[in-house]
């Protein structure tokens, strides 16, 4: 059988040996330790932000960033439903409660129109949401001009989840520096990896200082330990922190080379066929994932039969994320629908895009789904 080729699987630089390295030779393989200090200052730097914080998952961040906010019990959280869990399962972690709000075909990002709705509903109910939590799915931003001037009318704080956008571009400002918040994921499967583990950025000092304390298991500083309050167990190690420094060194070449890759998919898929996932003026996009959605007339060939054939060619897919008002976890839920999200779920594929690929591996996924859809 041919060699297997994978959707997103990391891509080391070279470089990560050599911080890894620094950390043992220096014995600092703990959750505290220089490589740390230097990981944040460079992801600060690189969002042009004033303050960050390196947690062991994005999912860890976006909880941190709800409990900074003061999202507590009973608590509504409006969220992107067309995401992964990470997203919205922290707005349970602080016993909230989750509003889901539909795409918009431009992006395939949360509905600014829906999303007024939905916060004018739920004010009307006497229940007006503590925060916004908007997805960049596959690295697209979403509309946030639009999504910031809504949140501000409503002085609603927006946390953008930007784990899958990392670089991406809006209005020549960064992913995840647009809202009050921003969240990235360092998953092996991201755009760049600390094997797993996450960061929270903001202009606001005092949040990103009070997820440093609470990640720490809110450690009062003394000779002793000394807890006042419940924290959590959800700081990056050294070690993981080494291997983002450098992991940082690659990250724009890594962007290049997605970026790329959609090219090809793109010139090389019949687009009567396929669509792909758009990209608005004024936005860059870092590709995470090359996506495409097929086309109402070719549905004969469906994702779901393109993504079993390519399996058979060890060749691996994946459907594009089922909504989140979907989920049987999230049954009841309010949601604020158009059907986008439930025909992306139900007729989108996610294709292979890691920035390994070579030119023959892409020639390969080609020329197998040219067969398939012939």
């Known amino acids: 059988m041919s060699k297997r080729i994978y959707l997103s699987p990391p891509h080391l630089s070279g470089e990560e040996l050599k911080f890894v390295h620094e950390a043992f030779e220096s014995n600092w393989i703990a959750p505290v330790g220089p490589a740390i200090n230097v990981f944040e200052k460079q992801l600060a730097a690189y969002n042009l932000v004033d303050n960050c914080v390196a947690l062991s998952s994005g999912t860890a961040a976006i909880h941190l960033a709800l409990h900074v906010l003061g999202v507590g019990t009973g608590d509504e959280v409006i969220c992107s439903s067309f995401t992964f869990s990470g997203s919205c399962n922290p707005i349970v972690y602080q016993s909230a409660i989750p509003v889901f709000v539909d795409s918009e075909k431009e992006s395939w990002n949360m509905d600014p129109q829906l999303l007024e709705d939905a916060i004018k509903a739920r004010i009307d109910l006497g229940k007006k949401p503590k925060a916004i939590i908007v997805v960049h799915l596959f690295g697209m931003p979403a509309k946030m001009l639009e999504i910031m001037s809504i949140a ?181 839920a309010a949601s604020y629908l158009n059907g986008v999200s439930e025909s992306l779920f139900e007729n989108g594929l996610c294709l292979p895009s890691g920035s390994s690929l070579t030119e023959d591996e892409l020639s390969r996924i080609v020329s197998s789904i040219r067969l398939l859809c012939r």
């Not at 918040?181 to 950025?201: D, P, R, W």
């Not at 019949?270 to 495409?292: A, C, Y």
């Open 152 to 332: 501000k009318q409503y002085e609603i704080p927006v946390i953008e989840d930007a784990a899958e956008a990392l670089g991406s571009e809006y209005q020549n400002r960064k992913a995840g520096t647009l809202g009050d918040i921003g969240v990235f994921s360092f998953n092996g499967n991201k755009i760049i990896t600390t094997s797993g583990g996450g960061a929270m950025i903001s202009n606001n000092k005092r949040w990103i200082e009070r997820a440093r304390f609470l990640s720490s298991q809110s450690r009062i500083p003394a000779a002793h330990y000394e807890h006042e309050e419940i924290g959590f167990n959800y700081q990056l190690s050294n070690i993981s922190a080494s291997i983002g420094l450098g992991q940082m060194k690659v990250l724009d070449e890594r962007v290049r080379q997605r970026r790329k890759i959609f090219e090809w998919y793109k010139q090389s898929l019949d687009q009567s066929i396929f669509s792909f996932q758009p990209e608005m003026n004024g936005v860059k996009s870092n590709r995470w994932l090359t996506t495409v959605h097929i086309e109402e007339s070719n549905r004969s060939n469906s994702a779901e039969k393109i993504r079993e054939a390519l399996e058979q060619e060890n060749i691996e897919t994946r459907p594009l994320w089922k909504p989140m008002h979907l989920q049987p976890v999230f049954k009841g």
